[in-house]
């Protein structure tokens, strides 16, 4: 499989980087829309095969494998098979939960969510019925963070619109972070997004080079931290697992691919370059 080539010199610099010495390399990845493409109902997100086979091949051979989600850290590891990827860690709730060997550490939940678990089926009831389009807009409770999704609305973007609002001062009255994304907004518990999970667990791992791939605007804080450590001297590949919802992604990455498949293209390709013999 063609290795894909980044835009950039810095994104060719960390490729190359990558390649020369994998075994400090770390490689880490959102999970919806860029290991499993995007569907209507998030209980239906599956990573591709071929990205998980691809991430089981690399694990032993590079220095680390990540995924860095919005999803609790178990969920991605059940919904996706990541249990088959030797040694890798899953970040979830942008950070709050690690996954790792079978162990999960978590916090407790954030006071705030009991009261916005309790409000915001009300919310969304009032939202459908001042405007009809926000009807089949579904609420997905991930136990320490609430998401609203609009993507089987009649009228995603205006039921998207219609909601942003009233989530907002939500939010602000219970002590919790806004999160935007595709047809999607989630109510979170503050301090931890996925550029800060992602810079300490590259300290963790002491990574010398760094791959990261998102696809929604939530993963722009870590293409920030991906940018941050090139210039203190770690190379650095920031991914777009590409789509025309999100644009502003695409903008800040060295190299874009065609969503789940192109990342699946991109680690066989890796793959074919770093593998003994």
């Known amino acids: ?41 998030p209980r239906d997100s599956r990573p591709l095969p071929s990205v998980v086979d691809a991430l089981a091949a690399l694990a032993p051979v590079v220095g680390g494998t990540a995924v860095v ?5 178990a969920t991605a590891v059940a919904y996706g098979g990541l249990d088959r990827v030797p040694g890798i860690t899953v970040l979830g709730h942008y950070g709050l939960e690690r996954w790792e060997g079978g162990r999960l550490d978590a916090p ?8 916005v678990r309790a409000e915001l089926p009300g919310l969304v009831e009032a939202a ?23 993507r ?11 909601l942003r609002g009233p989530l907002e001062r ?6 919790l972070a806004v999160e935007p994304g595709r047809m999607v907004i989630e109510l979170r518990p503050p301090g931890m997004d996925k550029g800060a999970a992602l810079a300490g667990l590259a300290a963790d791992r ?8 998102g696809d929604d605007l939530g993963d722009l804080p870590a293409f920030g931290t991906v940018r941050r450590l090139r210039a203190d001297g770690v190379p650095g590949l920031a991914v777009c697992s590409g789509s025309t919802e999100v644009s502003a992604l695409a903008e800040e990455a060295d190299l874009v691919v065609d969503g789940p498949a192109g990342v699946a293209a991109l680690l066989e390709g890796l793959l074919a370059a770093v593998r003994p013999g």
């Open 152 to 162: 089987r609305a009649a009228d995603p973007e205006g039921a998207l619109r219609e």
């Open 170 to 175: 939500l939010a602000e009255r219970t002590g």
């Open 108 to 115: 407790d939940p954030h006071p705030g969510l009991a009261e």
């Open 206 to 213: 002491g990574a010398r080079s760094l791959l990261y791939a």
């Open 1 to 41: 499989m063609p290795l894909p080539r980044p835009t950039t010199p810095a994104g060719r610099a960390a490729l190359d980087a990558i390649i020369a010495a994998p075994s400090s390399a770390l490689l880490a990845f959102d999970f919806d829309g860029t290991l499993a493409p995007i569907v209507a109902d």
């Open 128 to 150: 459908r019925a001042r405007f009809p389009g926000a009807e089949g807009t579904a609420v997905e409770d991930k136990e320490r963070a609430l998401a609203v999704h609009t």
């Open 69 to 73: 989600t919005g999803r609790p850290a």
